[in-house]
């Protein structure tokens, strides 16, 4: 009997002292900057596949067809995305963004024009 309660009493404490499992960190949530840095896929009025890459440094490339279109920089200002294009007297253009960054299905509302709809890839 004393065996019996020894090897409990022994086991309880060795179960009050297992080692607990150790938490995941967790992930730094993104600036507004980091989450809207990426690449996006999306189609131009005539149709044609057009790519824009945001960098975190605030500048960004388009190409169309895989060929380099605009250049410039971009902003996050009063909650929409504004890009100025590197070309002589340009003026930014902003669009309101909609739809979820998580899975990467967005809408670009221009403040003149029609909506654009992009797939955020990276």
Not at 12 to 31: D, F, V
Not at 52 to 59: E, F, Q
Not at 106 to 120: C, H, Y
Request: proline share 6%.
């Amino acid at each position: 009997m004393r065996n019996i309660l020894l090897i409990a009493a022994l086991a309880s404490l060795a179960a009050c002292s297992a080692a607990k499992p150790t938490e995941a960190p967790t992930e730094k949530p993104k600036t507004p900057d980091e989450a809207m840095a990426g690449t996006y896929e999306y189609s131009g009025p005539d149709g044609k596949k057009m790519m824009s890459v945001l960098d975190i440094n605030h500048t960004y490339t388009d190409t169309t067809s895989g060929v380099v279109s605009e250049t410039g920089t971009w902003a996050l200002t009063d909650g929409k995305v504004c890009f100025t294009s590197s070309a002589a007297g340009a003026s930014a253009q902003c669009y309101t963004m909609s739809g979820s960054q998580k899975d990467g299905n967005l809408t670009a509302t221009p403040d003149k024009g029609d909506p654009l709809k992009l797939d955020k890839v990276s």
